[in-house]
């Protein structure tokens, strides 16, 4: 199957030039089923474009690399040279560990206490300064080869790393009290509960039906201590007003509301309408130091 070379949503400012890509930074999000990417002004300091690409999941990592290039055929000027590239690796073959237990020729064993080996892959790391905390995570041979074939100046991160820093920096000195963020992916969405300012909690969830998704929801709230009737949740990724997903766990969490755009970046005027709650990953990606 011919991967469809138009992406599913897109959103470019007149102000962003093809032929002038040096001048933004790329951040992009290579997920199992597609990929996303935000172009940012550094100059203006404003966020002028998004695009939303999907397409199959492919049955063997090697091949993803395969269906990057059929839309980059289509579309050439993804892979002309930036200021400066972000990939953000969104899988869940990844573990956090707290830097003061961190042995960097321990990495792989740490890894293998929750990861199912992985053929073909390297084991890399993103130092979470914010919440001293050291990702591992497994990188496909295939796509770190094909990320750095088409930008050579990448850097790479996992999706994870920007979730948990993003949120730790845009809630810092915005006082003391529990705060949790739920990030809903493909049938999986991550638990982030920060407490006093601080990463307390972090996991993933996998659900095939929204009662699931509540259960896993509702139970590891139980296990925190945080009150459903008070505490409040924040709702980020694939999710918004008219989601079952939404639907069922106002019914139980009713101080749900989903997180605030990010104002310390500008968003051209094609970005305004957006729910930028789905987009908050890869429009606060650029404000970590990963």
């Given at each position: 199957m011919?991967?469809?070379s138009?992406?599913i949503?897109s959103?470019?400012?007149?102000a962003?030039?093809?032929?002038l890509?040096r001048?933004f930074?790329?951040?992009l999000?290579?997920?199992?089923?597609g990929f996303?990417?935000v172009?940012?002004?550094?100059?203006?300091?404003?966020?002028v474009?998004?695009?939303?690409?999907k397409?199959?999941?492919?049955?063997?990592?090697i091949q993803?690399?395969?269906?990057i290039?059929e839309?980059?055929?289509h579309?050439q000027w993804?892979a002309f040279?930036?200021?400066?590239?972000t990939?953000?690796i969104?899988?869940?073959a990844?573990?956090?560990?707290?830097?003061?237990?961190?042995?960097e020729?321990e990495?792989?064993?740490?890894?293998?206490?929750?990861?199912?080996f992985?053929?073909?892959?390297?084991i890399?790391?993103d130092?979470?300064?914010?919440?001293?905390?050291?990702?591992?995570?497994?990188?496909?041979?295939?796509?770190?080869?094909?990320?750095?074939e088409?930008?050579a100046?990448?850097?790479?991160v996992h999706?994870s790393?920007?979730?948990?820093?993003s949120?730790?920096?845009?809630?810092?000195?915005?006082?003391?009290?529990?705060?949790v963020?739920?990030?809903v992916?493909?049938q999986?969405?991550d638990?982030v509960v920060?407490?006093?300012?601080?990463?307390?909690?972090?996991?993933q969830?996998?659900f095939?039906?929204?009662e699931d998704?509540?259960?896993?929801?509702l139970?590891?709230?139980?296990?925190l201590?945080?009150n459903?009737?008070?505490?409040?949740?924040?709702?980020?990724?694939q999710?918004d007003?008219?989601s079952?997903?939404y639907?069922?766990?106002w019914?139980?969490i009713?101080?749900?509301?989903?997180?605030?755009?990010?104002e310390n970046?500008k968003?051209?005027?094609?970005?305004?309408?957006?729910?930028?709650s789905?987009?908050?990953?890869?429009?606060n990606?650029?404000q970590?130091?990963?």
């Open positions: 011919i991967t469809p138009k992406p949503f959103r470019l400012d007149k962003f030039k093809e032929d890509t001048n930074h790329l951040t999000r290579l997920s199992p089923n996303s990417f172009i940012y002004a550094p100059d203006k300091q404003k966020y474009g998004v695009e939303v690409f397409f199959p999941a492919p049955e063997k990592e993803y690399a395969s269906k290039d839309i980059i055929m579309r993804i040279p930036y200021q400066s590239v990939v953000i969104d899988h869940t990844n573990c956090l560990i707290p830097t003061p237990l961190f042995d020729k990495k792989g064993t740490y890894l293998a206490f929750n990861q199912v992985r053929d073909n892959n390297r890399a790391f130092t979470l300064k914010n919440a001293d905390t050291k990702n591992i995570y497994y990188l496909s041979n295939p796509l770190v080869e094909k990320i750095k088409l930008w100046n990448a850097t790479i999706l790393s920007v979730l948990i820093e949120l730790l920096i845009t809630n810092k000195n915005k006082g003391l009290e529990d705060k963020f739920v990030n992916r493909d999986l969405f638990l920060l407490r006093e300012e601080k990463l307390h909690f972090y996991n969830f996998k095939n039906t929204k998704f509540l259960y896993f929801l139970f590891s709230m139980e296990q201590r945080l459903p009737e008070t505490t409040e949740i924040n709702f980020l990724g999710i007003k008219d079952p997903l639907e069922i766990a019914h139980y009713r101080n749900s509301k989903f997180i605030a755009r990010n970046f968003y051209s005027y094609v970005l305004e309408d957006l729910l930028s789905q987009y908050f990953i890869l429009f990606a650029q970590c130091e990963l």
